[in-house]
């Protein structure tokens, strides 16, 4: 078993809704939990980061993570074409960018 | 500013033939990696350097070599290519705070085919 599972995908979803994508882990020792985005043919780049449990909102996207569950969520309100893209979840337990484990990546298209 | 610069954007090579891939960050970050893209599987540590003069392995070292001389240079070494290598190479950086906020700083990525 992955320690981190996200569903691939593909997701596609008109314009203007609400997107909401997920990850589970099995490892309780992560405390730090990013979402990156990444663009076609691109590096990804990190969209949102958060520290233990709660919620954490910028803008259009909230991160959400619930650790008793071993779920995070990134919520994306007002969708838009540009929000195109393959995001992907990871964690870290141990300080350290080496421990960083990442989920597949799910790949979203907003369709005008 | 650039910021992570790979080189090159895409190569095809044959089985057997060696190359390595550039990277360079101008960030003066102490930690850089590297990493694998495969569908399905997301991205894999390969090596990581911690600082110029230190490396280490990541979760697939197999078939790989980095070396660090300095703090804004990473190359991976391709020793013998196999088709199992054909894949998306992501070279990355970071502060290393040491306080969980590891924001990675990533290239725009080499394409590599080896047939």
């Known amino acids: 078993q992955k320690e981190v599972e996200q569903d691939p995908g593909p997701l596609s979803v008109p314009e203007g809704v609400i997107v909401s994508l997920n990850c589970t882990y099995s490892n309780s020792a992560f405390q730090y939990f990013m979402w990156y985005r990444q663009y076609s043919r691109k590096g990804p780049e990190l969209l949102m980061y958060?520290?233990?449990?709660g919620n954490k909102e910028d803008g259009r996207f909230t991160a959400q993570v619930d650790k008793s569950s071993k779920y995070i969520s990134l919520f994306i309100r007002d969708s838009q074409p540009s929000d195109s893209a393959t995001y992907l979840c990871?964690?870290?337990?141990?300080?350290?960018?080496?421990?960083?484990?990442f989920g597949q990546g799910t790949r979203l298209t907003i369709n005008p | 500013n650039a910021g992570v610069t790979q080189t090159p954007k895409f190569q095809v090579l044959k089985t057997g033939q060696s190359m390595t891939l550039q990277c360079a960050q101008d960030?003066?970050?102490?930690?850089m990696s590297w990493y694998r893209q495969d569908p399905g599987m997301g991205l894999r540590l390969i090596h990581y350097?911690?600082?110029?003069?230190?490396?280490d392995q990541g979760e697939v070292p197999n078939g790989y070599n980095v070396s660090r001389s300095t703090t804004e240079d990473f190359p991976l070494r391709l020793l013998s290519a196999a088709p199992s290598q054909t894949s998306v190479y992501f070279c990355?950086?970071?502060?290393?705070?040491?306080?969980?906020?590891?924001?990675?700083?990533f290239g725009s990525g080499t394409q590599l085919s080896v047939l």
């Open positions: 960030m003066n970050h102490e930690y």
């Open positions: 958060t520290y233990s449990s």
């Open positions: 990355a950086s970071s502060y290393s705070q040491g306080d969980g906020n590891e924001k990675l700083f």
């Open positions: 350097s911690v600082g110029a003069g230190i490396t």
């Open positions: 990871a964690m870290l337990g141990i300080q350290g960018a080496q421990k960083l484990v």
